[in-house]
C-alpha cells in the first residue's frame, strides 16, 4: 500500500471545525480539496484521543542521526567505496547497506563506469574540426561512407568492469569515466566493417 502525505495541521483542525458543525465528511473533504479518507481518519483520530496531534508511526527509526547524514552526503565522491564511509562516519557502526541508501537520497547512484578512448588534446581538436567540417552533410551524403571499427581479443589481463556511484547528468564527466588502454596487456586486433 502506498503511504500518501498527512494532511497539515491547519486544515486538520478545520476539518474537526467543521464535523463539530455538523458537516459530513464528502463536504469537509471538498471544502478544504483533500481525500475524503484523510478527513475520516483525521475526525477518528481525534475522536479516540482527544487530539490532532500524530501517532507514533510504527517502522524501524533511521539508524543515522542528521549530522552523520550530511557527512555522507559531503565525503561521498564519485569514487568513494560505501565501506570506507561506513568505517569513517563515527566511531559507531554503520552498514553498508544504510551508507548505500544515504548515498541513492543524496542523489549519488551506483553505476558501472563508462569507458571511451583516452585521447590527447591534440585529438579533441581534430575530432571537433572533422565534426564541424561535416555537420552540413545530409543523409544520403552520410550512406557512401563506410565505417569501420577495430576490435581486441585479448590474451592477457581482464576487461572487467568498475563500478562508480555518480549523480544524474554525471554519467560521462571525467571522474566517472575509465580510460580503457587500445593496445595494454597484450591482444589480437581485428579490422571490421
Known amino acids: 500500500m ?3 502525505a498527512q494532511i497539515s495541521k491547519g486544515k486538520q483542525q478545520s ?3 467543521l464535523r463539530h458543525e455538523g458537516q459530513s465528511i464528502r463536504n469537509i473533504s471538498r471544502t478544504l480539496k483533500v481525500s475524503s479518507s484523510a478527513v475520516a481518519k483525521t475526525i477518528k483520530c481525534y475522536d479516540e484521543t482527544g487530539s490532532n496531534e500524530d501517532l507514533h508511526r510504527k517502522g524501524i527509526p533511521r539508524v543515522t542521526y542528521a549530522a552523520e547524514d550530511t557527512f555522507i552526503r559531503v565525503n561521498c565522491t564519485s569514487d568513494c567505496s560505501p565501506n570506507n564511509v561506513s568505517q569513517n562516519s ?3 557502526h554503520i552498514s553498508t547497506s544504510t551508507v548505500q541508501r544515504r548515498m541513492c537520497e543524496s542523489g549519488l547512484h551506483g553505476r558501472n563506469a563508462a569507458k571511451k ?3 590527447k588534446d591534440n585529438n579533441n581538436k581534430k575530432r571537433l574540426a572533422w565534426t564541424k567540417k561535416h555537420e552540413q552533410w545530409t543523409l544520403d551524403w552520410w550512406k557512401f561512407v563506410l565505417w569501420s571499427d577495430e576490435s581486441k581479443l ?4 581482464s ?3 568498475v563500478f562508480m556511484r555518480c549523480r544524474v547528468g554525471e554519467w560521462m564527466i571525467s571522474a566517472c569515466v575509465v580510460p580503457p588502454m587500445k593496445h595494454g596487456g597484450g591482444g589480437v586486433m581485428v579490422l571490421c566493417w
Open 2 to 4: 502506498v503511504r500518501t
Open 154 to 157: 585479448e590474451i592477457f589481463g
Open 15 to 17: 476539518a474537526i471545525t
Open 159 to 161: 576487461n572487467h568492469r
Open 90 to 92: 563515527s566511531n559507531r
Open 117 to 119: 578512448p583516452l585521447l
